[in-house]
């Protein structure tokens, strides 16, 4: 086989890995989920969501991060290589962790073990997640692509580097991760609806806001509104957790995160059309402010009660036995029944 062929059989080839990569965890998310446990046991929910969150979202900042400076000292090449070799070593140090044997799922709380099926009003619940889940994928995919490129041509009074935009697209995203810890450890102490409204509402405006900045009022105005981008993140986990059973949860999130990369990649899509037609970054904010508007529709849409406010009632009071061993006061003529042994 010639160069030529042999070089474009390489791309066709790194064409398809990459595609593959993106999509194994996609269909491998169900099985993920029960050997991990992607929300389960020990209780706060949603500040493990929302530490786990942050380390997520810390690879978004690291990306703009790292592939810039690799891009002006090195090459394209380097920029894949390093990623992949630094994946290559975590696999390797999580399969000895499992063979280990301490790979296992935390203890299921009181309240999960008491979940035998899915809490009242989980119809509408999981209707809201859908909404807020789409939504709200389409304007993080989108402001996750737009925000690095946004910098290069709306900051010149700043940079116009690739390495100081990406680096400051980069602190972003790590600042603004950090709302997902504030927002979960509210909503293991608050009601689910009135966080999860407040931080839909502040979206649409705030990234109507963005696009009139420029410069450092652009960068400050992008870490707020990227913080409540981030800051939804827990909640829809959290409310899937409090409405859906454990058997079921895993499942769920598959579903949850298969929607969340078709979205994504629809966001991606639409926000390169808008750009490549000369519409500009104004219209990508305008669509990105119509979609955030749908997170709010979702959020009002949410049930007013969690399900984490709601508890399974007592047994009945069949008899004088199980009403003893209840802590139930028995009315004085089953009291005279019971002593009788009637």
Same mark, same amino acid.
């Given at each position: 086989?010639?160069?030529?062929? #042999? ?41 493990? #969501? ?33 990623? /992949?070799? !630094? ?49 709200? /994928? ?42 997902? #810890? ?13 966080? #999860? ?26 870490? !707020? ?53 000369? /519409? ?47 802590? !139930? ?14």
């Amino acid at each position: 086989m010639d160069g030529q062929k #042999l070089r474009l059989l390489f791309l066709n080839v790194g064409h398809f890995v990459d595609h593959m990569f993106m999509l194994i965890f996609a269909k491998a998310a169900f099985s993920a989920g029960l050997a991990f446990g992607l929300a389960e046991g020990g209780g706060n929910v949603g500040w493990r #969501l929302g530490a786990n969150g942050v380390w997520g979202n810390m690879g978004v900042a690291a990306a703009p991060l790292i592939t810039g400076f690799i891009l002006a000292g090195y090459d394209w090449r380097l920029a894949f290589m390093v990623p /992949g070799v !630094i994946s290559v070593l975590i696999g390797v140090g999580f399969m000895a962790f499992v063979r280990s044997g301490r790979a296992r799922a935390p203890e299921a709380t009181a309240r999960e073990k008491a979940m035998v099926g899915f809490a009242p009003g989980w119809k509408r619940a999981l209707l809201a997640l859908a909404m807020v889940t789409g939504a709200g /994928g389409f304007v993080f995919g989108t402001m996750t692509f737009v925000i690095p490129r946004m910098f290069e041509v709306s900051m010149p009074g700043v940079s116009v580097d690739v390495a100081v935009t990406g680096t400051l697209a980069a602190i972003v995203y790590a600042v603004a991760a950090f709302a997902q #810890l504030i927002v979960g450890r509210i909503i293991d102490k608050r009601r689910v609806k009135p966080v #999860l409204v407040t931080v839909a509402i502040g979206q649409p405006v705030l990234i109507a806001l963005m696009a009139l900045q420029t410069d450092y009022a652009l960068f400050f105005s992008a870490v !707020i509104a990227m913080g409540f981008v981030f800051g939804q993140i827990p909640i829809t986990d959290a409310v899937l957790a409090r409405y859906v059973p454990e058997q079921w949860r895993a499942k769920a999130l598959s579903v949850k995160f298969m929607l969340n990369l078709v979205i994504g990649a629809l966001a991606l899509l639409s926000a390169r059309t808008i750009l490549a037609s000369g /519409g500009g970054f104004d219209m990508v904010m305008v669509m990105l402010a119509g979609a955030a508007s749908l997170i709010v529709l979702a959020a009002l849409l949410l049930p007013a009660r969690s399900g984490a406010e709601w508890r399974p009632p007592p047994p009945p009071p069949n008899d004088g036995l199980n009403c003893r061993r209840i802590g !139930i006061a028995l009315p004085s003529f089953q009291r005279i029944r019971y002593r009788q042994g009637l």
